[in-house]
Nanobody, 116 residues
Framework: QVQLVESGGGLVQAGESLRLSCAASGITFKGRPIGWYRRAPGKERELVAR???????TYVDSVKGRFTISRDLAKNMMFLQMNNLKPEDTAVYYC??????????WGQGTQVTVSS
């Protein structure tokens, strides 16, 4: 059974940091492009960060220089280090494969709330 479990969210002030974690079961991140996504209130889900199978990464312009995606293939986990958080980063954050590979069932996500 496929399961994605995101954790690490919380309520922080602008300028602070959070590290999100994603644990996967029933699938593997090895050899697959992966991504972190977010859905802000009233908005569509958007891709925030992506890591290709070789380790190259891309980011949406709004988080470049502040967010870093990483993975631990031995533990089948991925992470999102978020620094210098801004109120506009407030959203529910999700992990999954990259869209080009095909999504699996979404997890519950983890709420990130940034106060000004």
């Amino acid at each position: 059974q496929v399961q994605l479990v995101e954790s690490g969210g919380g309520l922080v002030q602008a300028g602070e940091s959070l590290r999100l974690s994603c644990a996967a079961s029933g699938i593997t991140f090895k050899g697959r492009p992966i991504g972190w996504y977010r859905r802000a209130p009233g908005k569509e889900r958007e891709l925030v960060a992506r890591m290709y199978t070789g380790g190259a990464t891309t980011y949406v312009d709004s988080v470049k220089g502040r967010f870093t995606i990483s993975r631990d293939l031995a533990k089948n986990m991925m992470f999102l280090q978020m620094n210098n958080l801004k109120p506009e980063d407030t959203a529910v954050y999700y992990c999954n494969y990259a869209a080009s590979y095909g999504f699996v069932a979404w997890g519950q996500g983890t709420q990130v709330t940034v106060s000004s």
